[in-house]
């Protein structure tokens, strides 16, 4: 963001993927939170859509790209300045968990490359589906998952949930 890489940041023939949990107060209880939730998935997958789209009609989508990601993390670090105490490894996190900056960087990835992409939203989990180590976590969550791939088919993993708990285990 700050002009030291050049987008992309990452290669062509990376698997690239994008995670969003779900879940009020850490868990999906009823129909109306799984509503819910299925509003919020649908609604970043159609942004994703149309971000995709947007950049594949951009002559100078590097430079969009760039303005995007500041613009947002200048958002960001004012917001949580305002608190009462700054503290520089939070504005971090929270800026590198942004769910915009993450649609940008996932749909400028796309549009770069002209990749297909799919994407596959999971009721909420239950324990058989979990790592164990992960289960107080994930127990009862939904997860949407995106990839820069044709279908699942394609991806070499033994399913999708595969690379979203390799990532989760390495933070937990």
């Avoid at 987008?7 to 009823?30: C, M, T």
């Avoid at 994703?48 to 960001?76: F, G």
């Amino acid at each position: 963001m700050d002009g030291k890489l050049t987008f992309p940041f990452i290669r062509g023939d990376e698997i690239v993927g994008v995670f969003f949990l779900f879940g009020k107060d850490g868990k999906i209880l009823n129909e109306i939170d799984i509503l819910n939730a299925k509003d919020l998935a649908r609604n970043g997958m159609n942004q994703i859509t149309k971000e995709v789209n947007l950049c594949n009609s951009m002559p100078n989508r590097t430079d969009y790209a760039r303005e995007n990601y500041i613009r947002r993390a200048l958002q960001i670090s004012t917001d949580l300045s305002n608190a009462s105490e700054r503290d520089s490894n939070k504005i971090r996190d929270r800026i590198s968990g942004d769910p915009t900056i993450l649609i940008n960087c996932f749909a400028q990835h796309i549009a770069y490359y002209r990749q297909d992409y799919f994407f596959e939203l999971l009721n909420p989990l239950r324990p058989a589906q979990i790592p164990e180590h992960l289960g107080k976590k994930m127990e009862l969550r939904m997860l949407l998952l995106g990839f820069n791939s044709k279908n699942v088919e394609n991806l070499p993993y033994v399913s999708t949930l595969a690379p979203f708990f390799d990532w989760l285990s390495t933070i937990a």
